[in-house]
């Protein structure tokens, strides 16, 4: 990828987080800490990789992307809005009585939403039997899937591994949000890690290591995650800032599920606007 | 005569193969338990529709959910309690929150897995799956009325749970009987009570009904295989007609076909109903048969209870 494309890249980045702050700060309700820690791989996925048809979303042979951190759909519905499934105003909506934007997603409610999720764990099995039904129809599409840390706590991702692996599902990329806080605390306070990917290894899973802010690197890993076509399921696991972007939201714990008031959002809107890169005259 | 007796899983074990070769798009998700859930010749004709996730109920019940929403029609397959209780809330989420085309097929239904105790008889699932938006919950009554309930649900777009029995039970059924999905089957006519059972324990209240009628008690009997949705216009009018009213299942009288009936009269503001069921305990290692005495539910009670009911 040369440097034009990654500077438009990382801007796109940095308009899905303004949209992301907005949408909850309009909702006074919302997860901004993982919705800005995750939004880098999202905006990758989106506006790099995915083959979609916004004008048909449940176009059959669309790669697919599965929210398994549900909570954390600002990120995804600011996507979907930029890319045309649904106008920007949209946003405007999230959490609101009668709103295809739920506080969780809804995949009957919101257009190009491909599986409904919001209960932890339960997403990466999902897109285990979506990569799996590609393979049984022989179709070329991948299914890309974000997970949290946290949400690593639940024995069911390791379940889905485990078919992943049994199946053959190199069309399945898993990404690991590993921002290193949850609800209560900090990942080794609440429940150790110790090594995610050496999990995902130990899985039977091709893992790759990044930072998951960095858009130069998510890019090259992905890239050669992408090219892999060895039979073993992908995964990413991406060191990534809780709260990405906005100064005072960065590895702070509070922020997971808080909307930030007005005067915390005049300022996030400064900081997150000083991130556009200006392009080359 | 003898009676020919054969499991309902059976009919679900034959079924799910002749659905599967008429449409490629049925898969089989086994959960570590084909064997006893009777997909071995599913396993052995279709192998490119048969998976296996090994013993992760969960994983499953997500897996069946993606399958869906790329199309294909699945049925995950254990025993009653694990299909229920264990992925409960996966059910709820992945599959009758987004309303995809998943069938939950569980056999083990009741107390008929009789002499495994009380961890795997299944006496809670209907009435938790029939609090599910979106869920609809049948149980057939024999061999014939699993094969035809079976197609019914592969049918039907939507999440069903499914539920056979261990063992072996009467056949009551003409192999060319039909059912629809939500319409209870009369089996019987009668104007002075009626009796209410689905599943295993229809063979008891069909044999209810001969008893009462040597005493000269006609007794209407139905045959109630889906209990959501539930056939509303058939339970109003034995309130209406009748207004006595016996309720057999192998399961829990709360929350079950008893219930579901109770709520019918309830808002209705008459009708007497008498539930016979499982009485809210747990089960132990014994036979079918000695499970269902232990809780009442028997030809002798059923008969006790109507004649009680008429007074």
């Known amino acids: 990828m040369d440097q034009k494309e990654l500077t438009a890249l990382k ?73 045309g499934f649904f106008p920007l105003e949209v946003l405007d909506t999230l959490r609101k009585e009668g709103s295809p934007l739920q506080g969780h997603p809804s995949m009957t409610k919101c257009p190009g939403i491909d599986i409904s999720t919001g209960s932890l764990g339960q997403g990466l099995a999902c897109g285990v039997g979506m990569a799996l039904a590609g393979k049984l129809d022989h179709k070329d599409y991948r299914v890309f899937c974000a997970v949290g840390d946290g949400e690593c706590n639940e024995g069911e991702i390791w379940e889905a591994c485990g078919t992943a692996y049994k199946y053959k599902l190199d069309n399945l990329i898993v990404f690991v949000d590993w921002n290193n806080l949850q609800l209560d605390g900090t990942c080794e306070e609440i429940m150790p890690p110790i090594s995610l990917a050496k999990k995902f290894e130990a899985f039977g899973f091709e893992v790759y290591e990044c930072d998951g802010n960095d858009m130069a690197q998510l890019v090259e890993v992905m890239d050669k995650a992408l090219a892999s076509k060895n039979g073993l399921p992908k995964c990413i696991v991406g060191k990534t800032v809780k709260g990405k972007g906005v100064s005072y939201m960065e590895n702070v714990c509070s922020w997971h599920g808080t909307a930030p008031n007005d005067a915390q959002y005049k300022q996030a809107m400064e900081e997150l606007n000083a991130l556009y890169i200006k392009e080359e005259a | 005569m003898e009676t020919k007796k054969i499991a309902t899983r059976d009919g679900f074990g034959e079924a799910i193969v002749e659905l599967g070769k008429e449409n490629k798009d049925i898969l089989v998700v086994d959960i570590d338990i084909g064997k006893s859930c009777k997909t071995g010749a599913f396993r052995k004709e279709l192998p490119e529709q048969y998976l296996n996730v090994g013993i992760a109920e969960q994983n499953g019940a997500g897996v069946a959910a993606g399958l869906a929403t790329c199309g294909k029609i699945p049925f995950v397959v254990t025993y009653a309690a694990f299909g229920s209780m264990r992925i409960c809330e996966m059910i709820r989420q992945e599959i009758c929150y987004p309303h995809l085309n998943v069938k ?87 104007g002075d009570v009626a009796i209410i059972a689905n599943g295993d324990t229809v063979r008891l209240a069909i044999e209810a009904a001969k008893v ?40 829990n009288i709360l929350n079950g076909l008893g219930s579901a009936v109770c709520e019918v009269a309830a808002e209705l503001g008459k009708g007497k109903v008498k539930r016979l069921g499982i009485q809210d305990q747990f089960g132990q290692s014994a036979p079918y048969e000695r499970l269902l005495a232990m809780n009442g539910v028997t030809v002798e009670n059923i008969v006790a209870q109507a004649e009680a009911l008429i007074g």
């Open chain 1, 11 to 83: 801007n796109t980045a940095t308009e899905l987080r303004i949209r992301v702050i907005d949408m909850i700060w309009k909702a006074q309700s919302g997860h901004p800490g993982g919705s800005l820690s995750v939004a880098d791989f999202v905006t990758a996925c989106y506006f790099r990789y995915m083959n979609l048809r916004p004008e048909e979303p449940r176009w059959p042979d669309r790669d697919r992307f599965v929210l398994s951190k549900g909570h954390v759909c600002p990120a995804q519905y600011a996507a979907l809005a930029m890319k």
């Open chain 2, 104 to 190: 939950i097929a569980c056999s083990h239904g009741g107390v008929t897995p009789a002499n495994d105790g009380a961890s795997h008889q299944a006496i809670e699932d209907m009435g938790i799956m029939r609090t599910l938006p979106n869920m609809t919950v049948i149980m057939p009554a024999d061999y014939y009325a699993a094969k035809a309930l079976v197609k019914a649900a592969a049918a039907f777009d939507g999440p069903v749970y499914l539920r056979f029995t261990r063992d072996a039970i009467p056949v009551i059924y003409d192999e060319n009987e039909t059912f629809e999905i939500g319409k209870a089957k009369t089996l019987r006519e009668g």
């Open chain 2, 212 to 251: 009462l009628a040597d005493k000269g008690i006609q007794a209407r009997v139905l045959d109630m295989h889906t209990i959501k949705p539930l056939d509303q216009e058939a339970v109003t009018a034995c309130i209406d007609e009748i207004g006595r009213i016996v309720t057999v299942e192998d399961h």
